[in-house]
């Protein structure tokens, strides 16, 4: 699993556990609600029904999200109609028939209104907030409306009023810290993309050279400090340019594809494989001496020959191995295990080699391919 991926699940699983939290307790506070209104007598058949179908819903959500028989859009578009169809029918049934909604009192029930639009433009994404929230307002003035035009100066209709403009005013800064949060995040994005391509190889996806001389200068300071060891591996394809010659650059490309994917399948986690520049590839291997390094290192070697990287063709590559030595820099490393390629090169290619730093060949001896 990807960073990325990992971050999306995380946040998905805290999204998932809070609104659990969310519809547990409202259903407590429902059910805490009924009871004190029934004791004080002040209850009535609309309200029952109400609290009748809190007492269901919340119980059934809450399993809904627990077990994710649904998808989260679904659950969150439920939620949020719920919410809706609840102030909705309690508004109309207060404001119109007085013998049903004589116990609704419309003060509180506004204020929950409010509610309902935040929690719209948390739940859903960007557009579709506007859009849910818009329509919930035009069906909260639709309602209070008919009211309206014959007792706008009633005390009700004029807290409905209030309740409609700051309604407006509500959608309108949540649809602006939500714009603002949304280029927030598109800003980060294409950080984190510029970033990705500074640090990464276009063809393979690997970490290219800029990232793998980091990471080589990060074990440098964990050796330095910790005494942690790790060894790199510098390996290119034997004869490479007679592919290209042969097959042609697009080939080429393919088999530089098919062998970052045969090399991927031997690392571990914690091991780095990049892209050195043209077929060459350095594997860092964290905690790792020298022996075990190029035991790896053949290991590779003798998976990369048994099978055909492209069509019926063999492909071999030769490894250098170094381990990292007290007072080495990143340059001496790669130094040392580019000396051990050209050895692996002189002795017949399709091999692992190591050498100590008294046996590199002079800078200016040209490498075999």
């Known amino acids: 699993m990807s960073d990325g991926d990992r971050i999306r699940h995380t946040a998905d699983q805290q999204k998932r556990v809070a609104l659990m939290v969310i519809v547990a307790l409202s259903w407590l506070s429902t059910l805490i609600a009924w009871i004190l209104m029934e004791q004080r007598g002040v209850s009535s058949p609309a309200l029952r029904d109400v609290f009748v179908a809190n007492i269901v819903f919340h119980p059934v959500m809450f399993l809904v999200i627990r077990k994710r028989l649904l ?8 939620c949020l109609l719920f919410g809706a169809g609840i102030c909705a029918g309690c508004t109309a049934l207060a404001l119109y028939f007085p013998v049903y909604g004589a116990s609704i009192d419309l003060k509180p029930l506004y204020l929950w209104i409010p509610i309902i639009y935040v929690f719209a433009f948390t739940l859903s994404g960007h557009k579709t907030s506007l859009v849910i929230s818009l329509a919930m307002l035009a069906l909260f003035f639709m309602i209070s409306l008919p009211y309206l035009l014959r007792h706008a100066a009633q005390p009700d209709g004029n807290f409905t009023i209030q309740m409609l403009l700051v309604s407006a005013v509500l959608i309108a800064a949540l649809h602006f810290l939500s714009s603002y949060q949304r280029r927030l995040q598109i800003t980060q994005m294409t ?12 063809l393979t996806r690997l970490p290219n050279r800029r990232l793998l001389a980091e990471r080589v200068a990060s074990e440098l300071i964990r050796f330095a400090r910790y005494g942690r060891a ?8 034997d004869h490479f340019k007679s592919v290209n010659d042969r097959f042609g650059h697009p080939i080429g490309d393919q088999v530089l594809v098919a062998l970052t994917a ?9 091991d780095t494989l990049g892209r050195w520049g043209g077929e060459e590839f350095i594997i860092i291997l964290p905690e790792v001496g020298l022996d075990e ?3 790896k290192a053949e290991a590779l070697c003798a998976s990369v020959a048994a099978q055909a990287l492209f069509g019926d063709h063999a492909i071999t590559i ?12 990143a340059d001496s490393l790669f130094q040392r295990a580019d ?3 050209y050895v692996a090169k002189r002795r017949g290619r399709n091999r692992a080699e190591c050498v100590a730093p008294t046996d590199a060949p002079a800078s200016d001896t040209p490498m075999p391919a």
Request: proline fraction near 4%; include cysteine; charge should be negative.
């Open 71 to 78: 998808p989260q859009r679904i659950v969150d578009l439920a």
């Open 191 to 202: 950080v984190d993309e510029l970033a990705r391509l500074a640090n990464t190889d276009e």
């Open 230 to 237: 790790f060894t790199v591996i510098l390996f290119d394809i």
């Open 262 to 270: 045969r090399a991927q399948k031997s690392l571990r986690e914690v």
């Open 293 to 295: 390094g190029l035991h």
């Open 318 to 329: 030769s490894c250098g191995v170094a381990d990292v030595r007290p007072g080495d820099t």
């Open 339 to 341: 000396a051990a390629l």
